[in-house]
């Protein structure tokens, strides 16, 4: 999914807990730049993804396996692998600007889990 500054892919994390990753480019930017908004971005992702991501792995994305293990029936959290990777405008954006497209994407993937 893209928003006005952020390009986004969300799928199935192969470990057993939500991950996010974040992919500031170059862009012909110096590293100052660079650093700037991957802390940004970085930090919004901390206090807005996160939380959805872990409550949806404790409220009910679980999957029941087939197997048992001494007559208990197994429960497998579907964890999400986000990966955010910025695109050049995010360079000029404001932090607000860059918090409505998080809540944009957060909102998004929080109707695909449920």
Known sequence: M????????VAASPSS???VGVIVPRYKRTIVERN???RRLRE??????L????RSDVEGSSVERP???HGTVHTAQTA???LIRALPTAYSATFDGLARDVDTVVARI???IG
């Open 51 to 54: 939380p959805v991501l872990a």
């Open 17 to 19: 807990r939500a991950q």
């Open 67 to 69: 197997t048992e293990e």
């Open 44 to 49: 919004l992702v901390r206090v807005r993804l």
């Open 110 to 112: 929080a109707n695909r």
């Open 2 to 9: 893209k928003t006005g500054v952020l390009d986004v892919r």
């Open 36 to 38: 700037k908004l991957r």
């Open 80 to 82: 999400r692998a986000v």
